[in-house]
């Protein structure tokens, strides 16, 4: 069984996004003082009392106007009524009744699903209650006075809802693994993670910039369970002005550190910029997994040597991710979308993977026995006397040496691969700490310590 999903409706600008925070308990969607913020379905799980559910943001309807993503953000509230087990129509208290608050109602009408009043911005107690009172003519039931900044009102209306939800006592918790969907604006994400569903999961145009919120969506793939989250495109710094954009990318890089695998798109056409490399930068400073996608390969022209050029490109602008698995897509068409997630979960295991201090430490008694540590300017040799992984998302290894200033960076590499190759990280960073010890100290270590061995 699956939670049950509360979906927030409203016209632009009456405070759904600060609602849906304020349910999550996360500052999860993007509040700013300008219409048009939220576009596409934003998920959170919520509860109240016993009850559990998802809640979903949508963007501000308007019936009137068909230009730029109006359109699309009616078809993307649709999807969500369509799936929901209530709905919380919100309106402003502020400003009272509008002819669009009507529109709505008209629209709600028409939907098999629950329907809730909530007027928001009521943020007196004595106030609301005049404000609220001309919401009864719209003949959806008792209007609830609340205050999304505030919470005040939202118990009432949260002990109404709860009583349209199934039980849910009885649902599992599903293991799952985290992927964000990361990349420069229009390389195709969005369309994606649509491909990874099979539906119109997140607007897509040509327009830089049309996904703002970071996006969750839980796709079932082989067994697994993955929640796919889409970001906004992220653009040099320098270009962002404070304002929509500036959330967006601060929500894209909350949901890079918050993923077990990120799914680096790169455009084909462009191939990889400075930007790209950036990105990628920023995944392996956050520690995170990554499978790099080359999206719109159905674009390029191709002869039986293409692919090969290509992957030599990619590799070379992105030398410091050779770890990470590749793969040629094409979105729009399905082009091997389908064996993205089967590179994503070994990329996890990876990420989360733990090897016992006793393999660590015969991986470094064959690393050395075949490469022997290099001899400093003085003539003293380094030595490595025993490694233990300290932790994992991304693995860590810690490296006891004599002098850490004596391994030179290619013998550190050389120790990287070695972990590589032996214990099969493939697809995550691993981090490598040297850390000078004296001799004397690791003469304490006896026979009978739980320490390890030498190497």
């Given at each position: 069984?699956?939670?049950?999903i ?118 007196s ?54 992927v ?82 990120v ?12 930007q ?12 995170r ?18 692919i090969?050029?290509?992957q ?10 050779e ?18 997630l ?14 016992s ?57 050389y ?28 003469e ?12």
């Open positions: 069984m699956k939670l049950p509360v979906a927030i409706i409203g016209r632009p600008n009456v405070g759904k996004s600060t609602f849906m925070n304020r349910l999550s308990g996360e500052q999860t969607a993007i509040v700013h003082d300008e219409p048009g913020i939220t576009r596409d379905r934003t998920y959170m799980p919520s509860f109240w009392r016993d009850r559990e559910f998802l809640v979903v943001d949508t963007g501000g309807l308007v019936f009137n106007d068909d230009t730029e993503f109006l359109p699309l953000i009616r078809q993307q509230a649709m999807l969500a009524l369509a799936e929901a087990s209530a709905a919380i129509f919100v309106v402003n208290g502020q400003t009272g009744l509008c002819a669009a608050d009507e529109e709505i109602t008209e629209w709600l009408r028409q939907q098999p699903v629950p329907v809730l009043l909530a007027v928001n911005k009521c943020e107690p004595d106030q609301g209650l005049i404000q609220a009172a001309e919401f009864w003519s719209l003949g959806l039931g008792e209007p609830f006075p609340i205050s999304a900044i505030h919470g005040s009102g939202t118990g009432e209306l949260m002990d109404k809802l709860i009583t349209y939800l199934p039980d849910t006592s009885n649902i599992e918790e599903v293991d799952e693994i985290k964000a969907i990361i990349g420069r604006p229009n390389v195709g994400k969005s369309s994606l993670l649509n491909a990874f569903v099979g539906e119109e999961r997140a607007i897509v145009s040509p327009i830089s910039g049309t996904t703002r919120d970071a996006i969750d969506t839980i796709v079932e793939h082989d067994g697994q369970t993955y929640r796919i989250i889409d970001t906004a495109g992220i653009r040099k710094k320098k270009n962002v002005e404070y304002g929509a954009e500036f959330f967006s990318i601060n929500r894209a890089f909350k949901a890079i550190r918050r993923s077990d695998v799914l680096m798109v790169i455009d084909a056409i462009d191939g990889v910029t400075d790209d490399q950036k990105l990628a930068g920023r995944i392996i400073e956050d520690g997994a990554c499978v790099i996608v080359v999206n719109k390969w159905d674009a390029v022209e191709k002869d039986s040597y293409t090969y050029d290509h030599k490109q990619v590799e070379q602008r992105l030398n410091f991710t770890w990470a698995d590749m793969i040629f897509v094409s979105a729009q068409s399905g082009q091997r979308v389908d064996k993205i089967d590179l994503v979960k070994p990329a996890a295991e990876s990420h989360k993977r733990r090897v201090t006793s393999v660590v430490n015969e991986v470094l008694e064959e690393a050395v026995r075949w490469h022997s540590p290099p001899v400093s300017r003085s003539g003293k040799q380094g030595k490595i006397y025993y490694g233990t992984q300290v932790s994992s998302g991304p693995p860590a290894i810690a490296l006891f040496v004599n002098d850490a200033t004596r391994f030179n960076d290619n013998y550190k590499r120790i990287e691969r070695q972990f590589r190759e032996q214990l099969g990280f493939k697809g995550t960073p691993i981090r490598l700490f040297w850390r000078s010890k004296k001799v004397r100290d690791m304490s270590v006896g026979p009978g310590s739980n320490r390890a061995t030498r190497v």
